[in-house]
Structures are given as C-alpha cells and as structure tokens.
C-alpha cells in the first residue's frame, strides 16, 4: 500500500501499540499538529472579527455621510425660510405705513389725487 492512502491509514491506525519511545514520538507529533490547527483557527477568528469591525465600521460610515447631506439640506431650506420670513416681516410693517401703502393703491388702481392728471399710454398688440 501508497503511504499516505486510505488502506495505509487504517493499517496504521490498526497496528499494535508502539513502544515508549515511539509513542513519545507521536504524542510530540500529534501536539505540533494540533499547535498548528489551534494556530489557523485563532488567525481565522482574527480574520473574521476584523472583517465584521471593517464592515460595521463602513456601514457607519456610509450612514454617517448621507446624515450630513441630509443636514446640509435642511440647514440650506432653513436658511431660506429665514430670509422669506425676515421679507415677509418687512413687508407686513410696510402694509400698515400708509405713506407708503398710498402711492403704491394709487399705481396699482390708476386712481388720482386732486389735481393730477392720470395719463395712460397704450401700446399695440403684438401680431
């Protein structure tokens, strides 16, 4: 039989028990062998809790970048309904001033005060 192949394996595991020495031998073998799987699966559990902590790490990330678009809009729309209410504001103080709410009725409506003459020019249609 091959050595390394199955028939070889279970002749081997088969055969009678080994001496003092021989044992010793294996047992030293058996424990560098499971030295080195111990070591591969420490690596691998490495391996897979860096993986998870990158990926969480750029989730977060990701999260955190659409959050400050999403603020820099709204800070954005903020800034221009502030400057609307501030217009807004203006011209609710203008509305109650009569001085300057007279002269903008009399333009609008085409009336006149005593003594004006109210002239109104007119233009063709366009055809």
Known sequence: ???GSLGHK????AAPPLGRGARIKRERTMLRVMSAAGRMIA???VLLVAVSFSIQAWRVGA????????IDVVEDQNRQLTAESVKLRKDV???RDPEYLVPLIHEQ???TKPHEVFI???TPAPK
């Open 1 to 3: 039989m091959r050595r």
């Open 10 to 13: 279970i002749v081997k595991f």
């Open 43 to 45: 690596l691998a559990a």
């Open 63 to 70: 999260q955190n970048y659409q959050l400050h678009k999403q």
């Open 93 to 95: 103080i203008l509305s």
């Open 109 to 111: 409506l085409g009336l």
């Open 120 to 122: 109104q020019v007119a």
